[in-house]
């Protein structure tokens, strides 16, 4: 099983080798959210507030409004990891069809390899990709703090080693679970179209039920209750609780990294039924 | 002791979406060692039949068993005894040559080091080797055939599926890719069963043939054997030009079966060319018709072919009933959102 899963995802990092082009444009679209959109709309409800508010007033506000962050860019730059850690793991499955496509994966299936190390390879590829982009967020905008003109995240809790396990371990979940639904979907799937058309279904409320992107104290209250049982909400709750301290959270972090734990399970359970049932020997 | 059979299939059924038989109870041996033809025309269940064999198909009825193991019990392990050459490419454009051999070696379980020294031995037996670090995309189809072979033998299969192999080669392609599997099973014993849409192929590669048709067999034996069931040979006679008619005067010697002309020229079908061949000329020249050529062969595959199927062998068709299936069973499953 081994130098199966060892040999297949030889193939998938040479294949991601092959092709800068795909890794330039990966590194390119956190680039200009963080460059443009972030800067952009880096907006300030403390300078809305006459007379000045108090000291005390500014931490109830950035509570409120950006869940202790200390502004919009460095509340938004926690939510861009996660919202990276699902857009990049969107193609996984349209390369599984591809693979169909072009011949590739009728070869792999032609082995004995077992269908654990075809779909463990893909995985691994694939949650690679998004795992390290979420860390190049991280790094850019922590780097852009340090460039003048420019807004950059900023850490006003001391992160730790505990802190920084549980930032890593939130990273991997998420993309763990949404590379596992996306090739999932790419092997159950056998039309390009329709593998874009279900996860774009599936993309798009699930980015936008979460507090990702828009200021929390700005959001519905429906939308609030919504977004708490979100797993991108959970991931990037840990994020936010770990770098900014837990004045705005109920839990701390562990507990949602647990409810992260409990949605990965679940989804990796139903995809492991499916995908055993697609690849096993005899169709 | 009884040898056992390279390839077994006993009333082999596969029936797509409950109605459409593609396949409809093949029954066939293959011994070791031999070089086995499966023809048919488009849609006559070929492919299906050789997904069924190589564990990539279960079927509806019947059982195959691959040198000794059943498929529907052991597909692993079946797998691992077989080599399949795919009609299509399926080597990794995107990879080199050596890379997509290791790769597949390591989907066997090979070692990496172990798998390096057999891609490098492949390489250079398949004459590639020069092309070893090019990526499989800037291969010729040539070459592209070569390393499908090297691929599918990489873990030293004792059977080896072919499925339309050398289907878009140039004769020169078609003629190396033959050659590398005459070597291999004269140094390797190798079994081969292969599918092709080439009968000179057929003809001149395969010891034995069957002939597929609406999913079921409707002949086999050796070439030699199939032609001799067509019951004789075919003499061609030419008569100079404003001859009279001379069917008449051939259909009453002995041994023709039939007599077809057009424009003065006569094909005879009949028992036995050599001897027929000095009683027609003498025939012919006593009725007044010099005869200008004369050319005996025997029946060729495309005859048998379109004797045992009712249709030339290289009729173009539009899909089929089983296309048709096949299609509409993808599409389907692909809306319940399973495979």
């Known amino acids: ?8 995802t030889r193939r998938e990092f040479l294949k991601l080798a092959r092709n800068p082009q795909a890794i330039f444009t990966s590194l390119l679209f956190p680039l200009l959210y963080l460059l443009l959109f972030g800067q952009g709309f880096n907006i300030n409800p403390v300078a809305q507030v006459h007379p000045p508010p108090s000291p005390s007033e500014v931490a109830a506000l950035l509570v409120f409004y950006f869940r202790g962050a200390p502004n919009y860019y460095s509340y938004f730059v926690a939510g861009m990891v996660g919202f990276v850690a699902v857009t990049a793991t969107l193609f996984i499955g349209a390369n599984v069809i591809f693979d169909k496509l072009f011949g590739v994966f009728k070869r792999t299936r032609g082995t004995p390899a077992p269908s654990a190390a075809v779909f463990g390879s893909r995985l691994i590829a694939g949650s690679a990709q998004p795992i390290a982009l979420s860390f190049f967020v991280l790094g850019l905008a922590l780097l852009f703090g340090h460039v003048s003109g420019l807004s950059g995240l900023d850490v006003t809790s001391s992160v730790g080693l505990i802190g920084g396990g549980e930032v890593v ?3 991997v979940l998420l993309s763990l679970m949404f590379a596992t639904l996306f090739l999932t979907f790419g092997i159950l799937l056998d039309v390009p179209q329709t593998y874009f058309a279900a996860v774009n279904l599936l993309n798009l409320p699930v980015l936008l039920t979460s507090d990702a992107l828009y200021p929390w104290g700005t959001m519905p209250t ?11 909400s959970l991931a990037v709750n840990v994020l936010r609780e770990t770098l900014f301290g837990g004045a705005a959270y109920p839990y701390p972090a562990g507990i949602y990294l647990f409810g992260l734990l409990a949605w990965t399970t679940v989804l990796v359970g139903i995809a492991i039924a499916l995908v055993r049932r697609a690849l096993r020997p005899l169709t | 002791m009884q040898t056992v059979q390279a390839i077994h299939a006993e009333n082999l059924v596969k029936v797509y979406n409950g109605k459409v038989r593609a396949v409809d109870g093949v029954s066939f041996d293959v011994r070791p060692g031999e070089v086995f033809g499966f023809l048919g025309p488009n849609g006559a269940g070929k492919t299906t039949t050789v997904s069924m064999l190589s564990a990539g198909l279960r079927p509806t009825e019947g059982r195959a068993v691959i040198d000794g193991l059943e498929v529907n019990v052991d597909p692993e392990a079946v797998k691992r005894r077989i080599g399949v050459i795919f009609q ?7 990879l080199t040559g050596r890379e997509n051999i290791e790769v597949a070696a390591g989907c066997y379980g090979i070692s990496a080091a172990e798998g390096r020294r057999r891609a490098t031995a492949l390489m250079e037996q398949m004459q590639i ?18 390393l499908e072979l090297a691929v599918g033998l990489v873990h030293r299969p004792k059977i080896l599926f072919l499925d339309e192999p050398t289907l878009g080669l140039d004769p020169q392609g078609r003629a190396g890719f033959w050659g590398f599997i005459q070597k291999l099973r004269s140094e390797e014993g190798l079994t081969v069963f292969v599918t092709t849409h080439y009968l000179d192929e057929a003809d001149t590669m395969c010891n034995r043939i069957a002939i597929i048709d609406h999913g079921k067999i409707v002949a086999t034996g050796s070439p030699g054997e199939l032609k001799d069931k067509l019951g004789g040979d075919i003499v061609t006679l030419k008569t100079a030009p404003g001859a009279p008619d001379m069917t008449g005067v051939l259909r009453p010697l002995a041994g023709v079966y039939s007599v077809q002309s057009q424009d003065g020229t006569y094909r005879v079908k009949c028992r036995s060319g050599e001897p027929f061949v000095p009683l027609a000329v003498e025939a012919c020249t006593r009725a007044g018709a010099g005869v200008t050529g004369v050319t005996v062969k025997r029946p060729s595959l495309d005859e048998v072919f379109l004797e045992f199927t009712g249709r030339e062998f290289r009729e173009e068709e539009g899909p089929t009933a089983t296309d048709r299936a096949v299609l509409m069973q993808s599409v389907q499953s692909g809306l319940r959102g399973r495979r």
């Open chain 1, 1 to 8: 099983m081994l130098r199966e899963l060892g040999a297949l």
């Open chain 2, 88 to 94: 299509e490419a399926t080597a990794d454009g995107d």
């Open chain 1, 169 to 171: 371990a939130a990273i």
């Open chain 2, 129 to 146: 080797t020069e092309a070893a670090d090019r990526l499989a995309k800037t291969y010729s189809g040539g070459m592209r055939r070569r």
């Open chain 1, 222 to 232: 429906w939308l609030q209750n919504v977004s708490q049982y979100n797993p991108v």
